[in-house]
């Protein structure tokens, strides 16, 4: 069974930081692009961060979370994580990790696997 599983997620004050890591099972994320998501209450999910296999140092990145996101991948451990910092309110979200099958960042949320999604609050 394909299953990808978010951990790290919380409440945390404008400014601080957080890490999200996903783990992936019954099947490995090499050779496959892998990417992070986000659903803010009323609003439709869009796309955070995507990083191939081959091109690890060239992830996308949204505009809104350029320098203070970073994206990477541990292929031995076969996760993925998200480092956000300076966290801003606007980050709230139920943020989802995908991996596709082949090893290229799509536009839009063209994903074959999604994790079940966790919640992250930025508040005061």
């Known amino acids: 069974q394909f299953q990808l599983v978010e951990s790290g997620g919380g409440l945390v004050q404008p400014g601080g930081s957080l890490r999200l890591s996903c783990a992936a099972s019954?099947?490995?994320?090499?050779?496959?692009?892998i990417g992070w998501f986000r659903q803010a209450p009323g609003k439709e999910r869009e796309g955070v961060s995507c990083?191939?296999?081959?091109?690890?140092?060239?992830?996308y990145y949204k505009n809104s979370v350029e320098g203070r996101f970073t994206i990477s991948r541990d292929n031995a451990k076969n996760t993925v994580d998200l480092q956000m910092n300076d966290l801003k309110p606007e980050d709230t979200a139920v943020y989802y990790c995908?991996?596709?099958?082949?090893?290229?960042?799509?536009?839009?949320?063209?994903?074959?696997?999604w994790g079940q999604g966790i919640q992250v609050t930025v508040s005061s």
């Open positions: 995908a991996g596709r099958r082949d090893d290229i960042c799509p536009v839009g949320a063209s994903y074959d696997y």
């Open positions: 019954g099947f490995s994320l090499e050779q496959k692009a």
């Open positions: 990083m191939t296999f081959t091109y690890p140092d060239d992830p």
